[in-house]
Antibody
């Protein structure tokens, strides 16, 4: 059974750092592009970042470029999102996802609140 | 970026009826449109990819069509569990984008 289990959300102050994790099981993690998507009531679903199987190709939304870093550890079946200098507007539920033509499996979501 | 506009914003129907949801892209996206269902408190679930391909385990009452800029998700014989929010997404161009969603209400 494919599973994506997320951890690392919570309350963070503007300017601090936070790392979200997503541990995969039930499939060959190293064979899939992975992605992060966030959701707010105001903006709905927003694509954040995608990373290819070998980490060679990485893409970011303009809204997070230069502040967030995506990485993966294929040996540990893990995907990460490092949020540097988060802003209040980064407050959202963050989802990791597996890509096979579309986001065919999603993590359970990690709420992140950026507030002083 | 490619803007996806979904209509209607809210669709009020009854069980057993047919729902037709629209997604219009601001530029050509070939057939690279996916549809997701999201129930309250849950992560989105993939229904349709590449405009008309049903994801594994998705009932046949869900179908997708379209190409270029205009896409449709049809749901026949609505079941109570189908009342949720539906989103389209494109993977033709970076950045990937989502529509704002259509709420399907009883």
């Amino acid at each position: 059974e494919v599973q994506l289990v997320q951890s690392g959300g919570g309350l963070v102050r503007p300017g601090d750092s936070l790392r979200l994790s997503c541990v995969a099981s039930g499939f060959t993690f190293s064979s899939y592009t992975m992605t992060w998507v966030r959701q707010t009531p105001e903006k709905g679903l927003e694509w954040v970042s995608s990373i290819s199987t070998s980490s060679r190709n990485i893409y970011y939304a303009d809204s997070v470029k230069g502040r967030f870093n995506v990485s993966r550890d294929n040996a540990r079946n893990s995907l990460f999102l490092h949020m540097h200098s988060p802003r209040v507007e980064d407050t959202a539920v963050y989802y990791c996802g597996r890509i096979y033509a579309a986001i065919d499996f999603w993590g359970q979501g990690s709420p992140v609140t950026v507030s002083s | 970026e490619t803007v996806l506009t979904q209509s209607p914003g809210t669709l009020s129907l009854s069980p057993g009826e047919r729902a037709t949801l629209s997604c219009r892209a601001s530029q050509h996206v070939d057939r690279y449109i996916s549809w997701y269902q999201q129930r309250p408190g849950q992560a989105p679930r993939l229904l349709i990819y590449d405009a008309s391909e049903r994801a594994p385990g998705i009932p046949a009452r869900f179908s997708g069509s379209g190409s270029g800029t205009d896409f449709t998700l049809s749901i026949t014989d609505l079941e109570p569990e189908d009342f949720a929010v539906y989103y389209c997404q494109q993977r033709s161009k970076w950045p990937r984008t989502f529509g704002q969603g259509t709420r399907l209400d009883i």
